[in-house]
């Protein structure tokens, strides 16, 4: 057979030049042992924050947890760091709070530390990351002289609960109006083109590459700018989807649902069936739809749960809306077990906005609290175009400090855990940067870092509060943007949000037309514009934990080549027809990987203590340890921003009565 792949490349524009491709990211890694050579290290190392030029939100290639921030805790986790480890060396520095990750949880430690103990709390944040905000990241594009900005991850304001007074009182003491949003969203642009969402239906899944419109409304449209006329739709997708007649039919019944599947089982005892099995199961064992609609079904909870419907309790797929139960006419109040994302709150869904680079504003904003020279303004809105000045992050004459590129490997007290502080009795932290193992001493500290990370830095705690910190298995995430030429493909094949359940990213969105503090999105077609593309790391059929310890090696031994190959084959497949080419069209690629994504939330299917009732592991792995405190989203098993701002308030209150 003759070797094409020289023509696809070029069809595909894998030779373009991408500004910034990451030159680690060809590193062979094991998912065990990830080994960068030396001289790489050197090149890493040399990025130093305070050097002129310093600012990754501008770097494109392979973002997210990128090559440099995980290898020292992968050796650590391995054991195969102290061996070889540089002798520490003493900083001489000492701080009143020392907080391990500056995520949103380790920023508003930072913050509210600082109000309860005034300018006196001397505070260093430690991060592993190039950048702050965790998984709140900025992807700053060019396009010309235009900058265009993307979320490289924490997408929005939002929570399927309200935000508690506490959550709620830092949005408004950072000024986001959040009621406002309505102001700065073009809700009618996507709209008012006749851009709807559809479905792609993949010819390997199901025999023709062929797109359609969402006729089931079933989630492919976050931007919840809605689809237009239901009953049209319907019989469109009827017409055009590449399914059988009897898959067809399925799904018209489906969406009637008028068929009560458990006759004689009362409301309670309906959801607890619906609670032990998955969405995959209901639907071809109790509703007994073809397999083509279990197939067409599969990826719809990925946004929220990272998984497939496989690993979705059927109870969670209907407190999600999804097709199917209608007729089972069950009590709207939330059954036992259900996961907190599909629990529906009206409420909760009022208070929603979304910034261009989503909550990394929200970091930027405590930031700029923190360290007001280090990003100018004064407003919620003028801090969107407002350029950060990385050489401020971590001055000596600074009451708080941000260091970057500084992974913590070691926190214990250098006495005794309960006796009152003084200069023998604080705790010892010591992170890896710039080659060097370094120690500081601090009255205190926080762990606003992944709980999977504590148990190998922190050996003093006890060894079920260990276990639990170890069972917060993150899910693995993948968010990509990429700048393109223009967007008339989309235009002309009438979308601006693609489900495409059979393919590498089950989503494939149009930015959110959001115009603030100066920054205007992309308003015509042919401008250049970010598509986000978004893919669960996941593999289908088995428990959620495995799945996602398999997604998070998947996605650290994937090279960014590939990555990239994975992006230009998708879009040149479904936008094609509407004249996409990739080699011409595609102007940046940034992916975002996140092996250690959202926090792990407990689920019915697979954590007897959440259906049952009983002690959570995060309540055991959350708690305090002599002047250590623990916070993080992982700390309440709720993968939002609320619960990031929530813990960091519970673990500064901690230690405050720790030392009263
Ligand atoms: C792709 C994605 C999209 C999301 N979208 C939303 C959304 O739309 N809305 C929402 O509310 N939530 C969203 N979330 C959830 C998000 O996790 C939380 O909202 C919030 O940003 C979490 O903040 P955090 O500080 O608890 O954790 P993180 O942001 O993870 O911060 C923890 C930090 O600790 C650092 N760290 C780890 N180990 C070490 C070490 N040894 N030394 C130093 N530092 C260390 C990590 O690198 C990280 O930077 C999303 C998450 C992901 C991954």
Known sequence: ???????????????????????????????????????????????????????????????????????????????????????????????????????????????????????????????????????????????????ILGFGGTFSIESPEPYSPVARGLIEELGIDVPSYAKHVDKNLYPALGLKSRIFFDKETFGADTLVVNAAHTGSDESGLGNGDVEKDLQNFLSEAPLSAAAKQDFQRLIAGDKDYFPGLTSDEKKARLARMSYAEYLSDVVGTSEEIVKLFQALPHPLFGVGIDAVAAQDAWGLGLPGFEGLRLDPAPGKGMNRDSIPNEEAEKYFFHYPDGNATIARLLVRKLIPAAIPGNSATDVVLAKADYSKLDEASSHVRIRLNSTVVKVVHNGDPKAPVSSKNEVEVSYFNEKKVKTVRAANCILACWHVVIPYIAPELPDTQKEALASCQKVPLLYNNVLVRNWSAFQKLGTSSIYCPGMYHSRVNLDLPVSIGGYECTKKPDEPIVVHMMKAACKPGRPAREQHRLGRIQLYTTTFETYERNIREQLGRMLGPGGFEPARDILEITVNRWPHGYSYEYNSLFDQFWLEGGETPCSVARKPFGRIAIANSDADAYAYTDCAIDQAYRAVGELAKGSA
């Open 1 to 147: 057979m003759p070797d094409n792949s020289g023509e696809r490349d070029r069809t595909l524009g894998m030779g373009a030049k991408i500004t910034r491709r990451d030159f680690l990211n060809g590193v062979a890694l094991t998912a065990g042992a990830a080994i960068i050579p030396p001289e790489m290290w050197a090149a890493v190392a040399a990025d130093l924050q305070s050097s002129p030029g310093y600012y990754p939100p501008a770097k494109t290639g392979l973002r997210g947890d990128h090559a440099g921030s995980f290898e020292t805790m992968h050796q650590i986790r391995d054991a195969a760091f102290w061996d070889s480890a540089p002798r520490p060396v003493d900083t001489g520095e000492v701080y009143d709070l020392v907080i391990v990750g500056g995520g949103i949880s380790g920023l508003a430690a930072a913050h509210f530390h600082r109000k309860a103990a005034g300018e006196k709390g001397r505070i260093l944040i430690l991060e592993n990351h190039d950048d702050f905000g965790g998984h709140a990241k900025r992807n700053e594009f060019k396009a010309g002289n235009r900058t």
